[in-house]
């Protein structure tokens, strides 16, 4: 069974929740029994990125591209308090990632890990209360959680997808990212979830509203991952123990859940796959990995 503490350190005072909110804390805590590590989609998308993690004892954000005080509201939305929050890493320079970095990181007293280049490019990181630095290839712990950054193919600095490994399981990060290259493939093998970049529809693109310079960047091999190439990833990626994918960063123009989730569908079948779609307006619900 769960411990005590590790609910605890999740989930605010009951007697600060509404009647509707415990009962939905109660389903949670049937979910959470004997979790290894949850996760929970706070935002996802161009208008701003940010994935909590939690081994119960340590919970992080991977990304702040939401104002601080956003985050902090979709984290409460689901029971989640910032206080907990023992760091926040940093994907890659872009606005989309870092927008809340700065403030939450201070009024938190935060650590930021964050590369080099990528503190070096990322103009809006303002002040952060402390940086630690890594380097794409060799990973670092935020106590049990062992984080993996590996380089992507983005048009940013020194941006990093991310591998966690926690307790037994593997969670995989790839957003932002043009093309799928042989180190993503190989980073990305033998995950219990992945969280994958399905950004775009091709046809959508080409025929959507966006100026040519706009739609070349989204496509070329710096830009975002389309549907059809999260699919041929996947078919790649797909073993007997990946029990969860999150696609993730849609584009609200260019992409619909639905046409997402057709194009990959084929890359599951006869699987026991839980596939999910992250939002850009709201946080998704926290999963628990077991
Ligand atoms: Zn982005
Ligand atoms: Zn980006």
């Not at 605010?12 to 929740?17: F, L, M």
């Not at 023992?86 to 990181?105: M, P, R």
Request: aromatic letters at 4%; proline letters at 4%; one cysteine or more.
């Amino acid at each position: 069974m769960v411990e005590q503490n590790k609910i605890d350190i999740l989930h605010e005072p009951q007697a600060k929740r509404s009647l509707s909110e415990a009962i939905l804390k109660r389903r949670d805590h049937e979910a959470e029994a004997d979790y290894r590590l949850s996760v929970c989609m706070l935002a996802s998308g161009s208008k701003g990125n940010a994935i909590y993690l939690s081994d119960g004892r340590t919970a992080i954000l991977i990304d702040a591209g939401l104002s601080g005080i956003e985050i902090e509201r979709r984290l409460r939305s689901r029971g989640l308090l910032p206080q907990h929050l023992q760091g926040i890493v940093v994907s890659h320079e872009h606005a989309d990632h870092i927008h809340g970095v700065g403030v939450l990181s201070r009024r938190f007293n935060l650590p930021v890990y964050i590369s080099r280049k990528t503190a070096a490019a990322a103009s809006q990181l303002g002040n952060p209360h402390d940086i630690v630095h890594f380097e794409c290839g060799s990973s670092f712990c935020i106590n049990d959680l062992q984080i993996h950054p590996f380089s992507l193919a983005h048009d940013a600095s020194d941006p990093a997808g991310f591998t966690i490994h926690c307790n037994g399981i593997k969670l995989g990060i790839a957003t932002d990212l043009g093309i799928a290259t042989s180190v993503v493939k190989e980073h990305l093998k033998g995950c219990t979830a992945l969280i994958l970049e399905a950004n775009h529809d091709p046809d959508m693109l080409i025929n959507g509203p966006y100026p040519w310079p706009l739609k070349q960047r989204i496509q070329s091999r710096t830009g975002h991952l389309s549907n059809a190439a999260s699919q041929t990833l996947l078919d790649e990626l797909i073993h007997d123990h990946l029990k969860h994918v999150i696609l993730a960063h849609l584009s609200e123009t260019n992409n619909t859940p639905q046409e997402a989730l057709h194009a990959i569908e084929s890359a599951l079948v006869d699987t026991q796959v839980q596939v999910h779609v992250a939002k850009q307006n709201e946080s998704g619900e926290i999963l628990f990995l077991k």
